[in-house]
């Protein structure tokens, strides 16, 4: 897998946007840079478990290793997409006039959206930061997919990205709705599955299906590209 150069304009990307951040968009420094970094902590435990799993060095308990750090991506993995969600705060930005303007040169259209610079500034600072977050998120599972397909078959390696996929699409309600954080599961793991189940209801299962469908489709394409890019 020749995936340096994905790791180099991710970092540079998630440098970037912290910059913009900090230098114009202070208000959003908080939730958004938290989010951000929370979501590069997947791609860290793929990178180890991929690490485990093909040194040529001799580790003992390779696969108990491999399974533990597999784990804590999966613990991680809905923080990667989490970050779409960001984007329900800005409802209350002023995109909108209260009435529409005449605009230049159009006769005599108007327009009804706000000219107004902080509020598109946070709506590029969190589409910017969503976008590196589906990167992270698509890239991390490209390498725990290739080691479940190598180790296992190619069937074992789609099923896991579909579980990965619904699973984060769970993990993502659970965060948004119920406020769980991703370190709960390891000091409240009967509340979540309590919780887990009871939430079941009609738009639980629209929520989650809504971000497996994101998520597969956005892997698919990013999958397609790589395996294109191969043929060449």
């Not at 993995?77 to 970050?83: E, G, L, Q, R």
């Not at 406020?179 to 189940?197: A, G």
Request: proline share 3%; hydrophobic share 50%; net charge negative.
């Amino acid at each position: 897998m020749q995936l340096g150069y994905f790791m180099v304009l991710l970092i540079a990307a998630s440098f970037f946007i912290s910059i913009w951040m900090f230098l114009f968009n202070r208000a959003d420094i908080d939730p958004l840079f938290w989010n951000l970094l929370l979501a590069w902590i997947p791609i860290g435990f793929a990178c180890a478990a991929h690490w485990i799993l093909t040194t040529p060095r001799s580790v003992q308990g390779r696969g108990l290793i491999a399974c533990i750090f597999g784990t804590g991506w999966l613990f991680f993995f809905p923080n990667t997409v989490y970050i779409l969600t960001d984007f329900l705060h800005l409802s209350d930005l002023n995109f909108y006039l209260s009435e529409p303007e005449d605009t230049i040169g159009s006769g005599n259209a108007s327009t009804p959206y706000a000219m107004d610079g902080q509020s598109w500034n946070s709506f590029f600072t969190t589409a910017f930061t969503a976008g590196i977050g589906l990167a992270i998120s698509v890239l991390s599972l490209y390498i725990m997919h290739f080691n479940v397909r190598n180790y296992f078959h190619t069937v074992t390696g789609w099923l896991f990205v579909l579980m990965a996929q619904v699973l984060c699409g769970i993990g993502v309600f659970l965060g948004r709705f119920i406020r769980f954080n991703s370190w709960d599961i390891l000091s409240e793991p009967l509340t979540i599955l309590t919780v887990t189940v009871e939430s079941i209801d009609r738009f639980m299962i629209y929520f989650t299906g809504g971000f497996t469908l994101i998520g597969m489709f956005s892997y698919l394409f990013f999958y397609t590209a790589t395996q294109f890019t191969k043929s060449k």
